[in-house]
């Protein structure tokens, strides 16, 4: 069973009265989260569509073919042009209901605007279009949600394979934490960009090309801070302890040690999603990060250094990309103090 020690929980209470971190942290979770409705906020699928007394609901996770408007296709509606075709028109009552930013961060709006792509912000596109005439606050809003889940699932397989591996050779020592020392010192040793190349032009580049190729090589800073904690903690009496009542290693590892080896963890955790995020905006920006045509702050910097005069194409990016690292690094910095062993020391 997995316990809490009193220091932890103390840490715990102090972290919440930081009130920088908690305010970060509190908008970081509300952003995520409304990310993930983002269909519902930019997009040129309806969210209610009544249609000869009918009404269909959420055309972004719903497939309505053209067929089901009186159309003759299979194929999906294409709803802009079926609010102003006569047999949508004529019939009263009839009546489309876009998100609130009807347009989506995929598809071009050339037919809609009055020069070529990139256009500046206006009354339609609040942040301005792209090269191919794709809203950009469309782009930025589903960016978000990328980069986030990014980092996110990437901290979850740094944060498992870092703790088995960094605990295995902190407990065991010897032999196995000698040879997996060196074939750590080994794949640290490997060149991350050129590899992220080179299985970009085998594999293609993708989602989960790039989670895999990071997944190697992100684990093994916090494997370092977890080693050094179970080399430290296992000489506690309480290790002697649990052994002489014939308590197992595993659960020795990860019931005794486990819990309070959890600084490492919790403290870096912000800081290891500012660096996948960071890392996958440099790696959009260079064009070996995510494929065309995913939304992403990188590949948004990238066409606002090639169109120097667009603007908006590199400082709206940019902001998006500074608040969240800033909010993230409120919240590492809460966390950092908040397990200061020094808050807790005394003179005696």
Do not use: C
């Amino acid at each position: 069973m997995f316990k809490s020690s009193p220091e932890t929980t103390r840490r715990i209470k102090r972290f919440f009265k930081i009130k920088r971190a908690i305010v970060s942290l509190f908008i970081l979770i509300i952003l995520y989260v409304i990310s993930f409705f983002s269909e519902l906020i930019a997009n040129d699928k309806p969210i209610l569509i009544q249609y000869n007394g009918k009404l269909y609901f959420f055309a972004a996770y719903n497939l309505y073919p053209d067929k089901t408007f009186g159309g003759n296709y299979d194929t999906e509606t294409q709803y802009r042009e079926l609010s102003k075709t006569d047999r949508f028109t004529s019939t009263k009552g009839n009546f489309i209901l876009f998100p609130p930013i009807p347009y989506s961060p995929y598809t071009s709006n050339l037919n809609e605007l009055t020069k070529n792509p990139p256009t500046p912000p206006d009354g339609r596109h609040l942040l301005g279009t792209d090269d191919r005439g794709r809203d950009v606050f469309a782009r930025l809003l589903y960016g978000f949600r990328v980069s986030m889940s990014f980092a996110i699932i990437l901290l979850i397989i740094e944060i498992i394979i870092g703790v088995i591996i960094g605990a295995l050779q902190g407990y065991s020592g010897g032999f196995f934490d000698l040879t997996a020392q060196r074939f750590i010192e080994i794949l640290s040793a490997l060149p991350f960009l050129y590899i992220i190349i080179l299985t970009g032009n085998i594999f293609g580049q993708g989602f989960n090309t790039l989670i895999i190729v990071m997944s190697i090589f992100n684990w093994i800073g916090l494997s370092y801070y977890i080693r050094a904690e179970f080399l430290r903690i296992k000489k506690f009496q309480f290790v002697d302890a649990a052994k002489l009542l014939g308590t197992g290693d595993i659960k020795i590892l990860f019931s005794e040690i486990l819990p309070n080896a959890l600084v490492p963890i919790i403290t870096f955790a912000p800081f290891s999603l500012i660096a996948a995020i960071q890392t996958l905006s440099a790696l959009d920006y260079l064009g070996f990060g995510l494929p065309a045509p995913t939304p992403s702050w990188g590949e948004l910097m990238r066409q606002g250094m090639e169109h120097l005069s667009s603007f908006w194409l590199s400082v709206y990016p940019f902001i998006a990309l500074f608040l969240t690292l800033l909010l993230l690094a409120f919240v590492g910095e809460g966390l950092r103090e908040a397990m200061d062993p020094k808050e807790y020391a005394r003179m005696e």
